[in-house]
């Protein structure tokens, strides 16, 4: 059968690698056309080229649940089950970024989690923007440091449960891996080293004066002052709406009084 995992494919997390897709998501995988038409008979070597014609990634879309080719492609890698090194490879092209997002996502899927920190945190680095449908349909811009950082926190990412990973630190308590370093660590060392150093009146007077009088802050100023202004005006509103409503009410019982004794007198028999 066309969907059944290969027979040499070894279990991930204790299960056939395709179960970690919701199967309500297989079935609509199966039925999909993309499905049919570009992922039968797929090789690891013809998947490569597959990858590298796609244009966005997500999970599934619209009422009827539709998956994106990302999907479907992720299913098929774990259908096939590609060789370590080839995913390694996906994940170090720096020429297709879509093919190193699903190389990427599937290391998360089916990698350990020292696997996942090693090979996916230096994607952190890489700032190029990637297009993502969401479930109406619709495309959004989002950052593949964004994406990396997302797999390795979030639960759920493109509509698939993630498997749980370990902690960083416990990780690194076992000696497993390395102290994370920061990119940004030369440079906050040296922007406190230059803290450090004393600066000259003229300067720091300069300094003072251009952060009191900085665009950014008048803009604040001028949104509080704004807002200031529209809770008094509404406050204002409130008090004369209450007002009028209590000179209403009072006016409409004054003349219900009068013309109830109006009536009292048109019925006294005493009247002459």
Sequence with gaps: MANRTVKDAKTIHGTN????????????IYDNKFWK???????????????M??????GVFGGNIKPTPFLCLTLKML?????????????????????????????????????????LEPLLADSRKLRKQNREGQFELIYIDEFIDSLLRDERVCDVI???????HVLEENNELEP??????EDIEEGVESSDEEEPTDKRREKEHRNKHSPVREKRRD???????????RDRRDRDRGDRRDRDRH?????????RSRRHRSRSPYRK
């Design 79 to 119: 259908q096939i089950q590609p060789e370590k090194d080839i995913i390694v490879e996906f994940i170090k092209n720096e020429e297709f970024k879509y093919v190193r997002a699903l190389g990427a996502f599937y290391m998360r899927l089916t990698g350990s989690s020292v696997d996942c920190y090693k090979y």
């Design 251 to 259: 006016r409409r019982s004054r003349s219900h009084d009068r013309e």
């Design 37 to 51: 038409e570009e992922c039968f008979a797929l090789s690891a070597e013809l998947l490569v080229d597959k990858a």
């Design 223 to 233: 949104r509080e002052r704004e807002k200031r202004n529209r809770d008094r005006d």
């Design 180 to 185: 994370k370093v920061s990119i940004l660590e």
């Design 162 to 168: 993630l498997p749980r990973i370990q902690s960083r």
């Design 53 to 58: 014609l796609m244009r966005y990634i997500g």
């Design 17 to 28: 690698p395709q179960y970690l897709i919701e199967k309500i998501i297989r079935s609509r």
